[in-house]
């Protein structure tokens, strides 16, 4: 009826209300969150087909005083519509290069960056100002960047990735398979590995298609001399079959979740997490 019709058309109004509201608040205290040394990081290990550790992704964490931990995928988002992402960037970039210079020296660091950070800020210059103040090898750090970025590839984003790789840093596609950029036209944007989304693995082995389309990208991909890794790793039956398609290196809780920086150091220094 007519009546319920309003009803509902309020509530969802105050219920939007509500949700802006609360999003306000949060970025109202993510502003501040930096100094009040609220943010940490974990490391999640990947590892290559017979369990060595070869790298540690670095995921931020979100202490709130009164919320506990909140998400990065709830705090990302805003951290990029306010411009926090760009110091906060940086102390992650900074933090993530001095923890890793404490392995041994066959492990790397990957640090995610948003297409934010590319385009609002000298990415070069932090860069080396991050190597040269932790004294990590260049080889050592892996930047994991999303395909989005490059939808639009402007001479600026490609004079980046260019001196990027000059400097010696690795550079892997993030998420990939839900963009739309051609494998080649990436590797001729100098990227060296690429990262298989997980709403791929998550339907391994049972699906065919998805089968199907792991195994196409992991084998242009090694044509193309890029390394293959697979994020989102749950099950033995999911390992044995990407391993089987060809996949070169994995990551998921099968062998460990994102742990905290002395844990890493811990799993950094065993033989082989399987
Ligand atoms: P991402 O870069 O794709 O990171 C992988 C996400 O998958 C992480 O979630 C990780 O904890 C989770 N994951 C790892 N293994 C498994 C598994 O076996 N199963 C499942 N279901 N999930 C798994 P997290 O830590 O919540 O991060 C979410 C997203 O937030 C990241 O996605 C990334 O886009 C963003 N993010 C996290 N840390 C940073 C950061 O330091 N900087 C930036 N710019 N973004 C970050
Ligand atoms: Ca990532
Ligand atoms: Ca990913
Ligand atoms: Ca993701």
Redesign the pocket.
Known sequence: TKSEGRGGYCFYEAEMDERIEARRALSTDLRGALDRNEFL??F?PIVTTDGRVVCF?????WRHPTRGFV???EF?PL??ETGI?IP??EW?LRQ?CTIATEWPSDISVA????PI?FRHSDLPLLVRSALRDSGLAAPRLEL?I?ESVFLEATPAIKATLAELREMGVSLSL??FGTGYSSLSYLRRLAFNKI?I??SF??DLPHEQSGAAIVRAIIDLATSLKMTVIA????TEAQRRCLLNLGCHEL????FS??VPAKEAEALASRQGLR
């Open positions: 990081l974990h999640q992704e670095t995921l931020v964490r998400s990065p995928a990302i951290a990029e992402i906060m960037g992650i993530a640090v995610n960056l948003s950070q994991e999303t993030d998420d990262k989304d997980q693995v998550k994020e989102g790793v749950e990551q998921g809780y099968l979740r994102p």
